[in-house]
C-alpha cells in the first residue's frame, strides 16, 4: 500500500499564537501588535432583514482576536442582531459559537459589547439584521498579531512539528486529502487506509489493463467505517472486491479525507509534544549542538514518551 498527500494541511492546530506563548516569543510593542479592522463601517445602516449587511471579512489566522459591536442611536422601536460568522475559504460561511451579540433596543443602545474569537478558521465577518427602522452601529474585529521576522520561521517549524508527530504516530493531526494506492483488492473484506482518524472517503475507482476506470459506489459497492481506531472500506454482506485485470501501475486508488476536524478534538499529548518540539527547533537551529548530547536526547524521550500510546500499532 502506498499513499500520498493530494490536498496539504491549510489550517495547522497549533496557531502562531500558541507558538509564541509556549516559547515566549514578544517582540513588538502594544501599538504595533493591534490592529483593528472594521467589518462594518459606522454609519447608519437601514433596514436589512435576515442578517443580509454582510461585513468584510478580515484574516485572523494566528492572532488573538476580539469582536466589538458600537452600537449609536437606534430609530424607534427598531433593533440591531449580529452575530460572528467563520469561513476556512472566504466562500462558505458558517456562524461561529457562541458569536451572536445581544440583539441591540433601544432600551440598550449607544453601547459597546465585546466577544473574543476561539475558533480556529482564517476568516471572519461580522453580519446584521436591522428591523423596523434605521439604527446606527458599527463592528470592529480588533487582532492581536504579535509579528515579528521570525514568524516565517516559526510557522515553518509548526508544520514541521506536525508532520514529525504524523509519522511517528500514524496520525493526522489536521484535515487533508489523501490518495492511497494498491497493486490488487485484498483477500479479506476491508481495507485499512491509512493516516487515522478517517474522515470521510471520496472516491474508490479501478483502472483495467486497457486503462479504463470504474468508481465503485458507497453504500452498494462498500461501506465506510469511521469510527475504528483505523478507517476501513469494508463490503457490504454478501459483497465481493470487483475481479478485473489491473493496469500495471496503481491500478486502484482510494481518495479519502484524514485528519481531526478541529483542534481540540486533537489529544492533548499529541498537541503538547507539538509544542515541545517547536520550543526545541526554535532555540536550537544547526544540525550539531556541541557539548549538549544529552538535551537533544531528553527531548527525543520526551516526545516519544507523549506520543507512545496515540501510535496506530501497524503503522
Known sequence: MKY?????????????????????????????????????????????????LEGSAVDVLGTNTIVNLNSGANGAGASVAAKIQESDDNLTWQDFTDGGFTTVTEANDNAVQEIGYTGVKQYIRVVATVAVDSCSFSADVITETGYSVEDDLLSSIITTSREYCENI???????????????????????????????????VIYTDSDGNETTLTEGTDYLVDTDSPIGRIVLPYGGSWASFTPYPINPITITHVSGYTASNLIPKSLKQAMLLLIGHWYENREAVMVGAINMTKKIEYAVDAMTSIYRIRWW
Open 169 to 203: 504516530t500514524g496520525r493526522a493531526l489536521a484535515p487533508q486529502t489523501v490518495e492511497t494506492y494498491l497493486d490488487c483488492f485484498p483477500s479479506v473484506n476491508y481495507i485499512e487506509l491509512p493516516l487515522s482518524p478517517l474522515t470521510s472517503v471520496t472516491s
Open 4 to 52: 500520498k498527500i493530494s490536498v496539504p494541511v491549510t489550517t495547522e492546530p497549533i496557531t502562531m499564537a500558541e507558538a509564541k506563548t509556549h516559547i515566549r516569543l514578544t517582540t513588538n510593542t502594544f501599538a504595533g501588535d493591534v490592529e483593528t479592522n472594521q467589518s462594518i463601517s459606522p454609519g447608519v445602516h437601514i433596514v436589512a432583514a435576515a442578517y443580509s
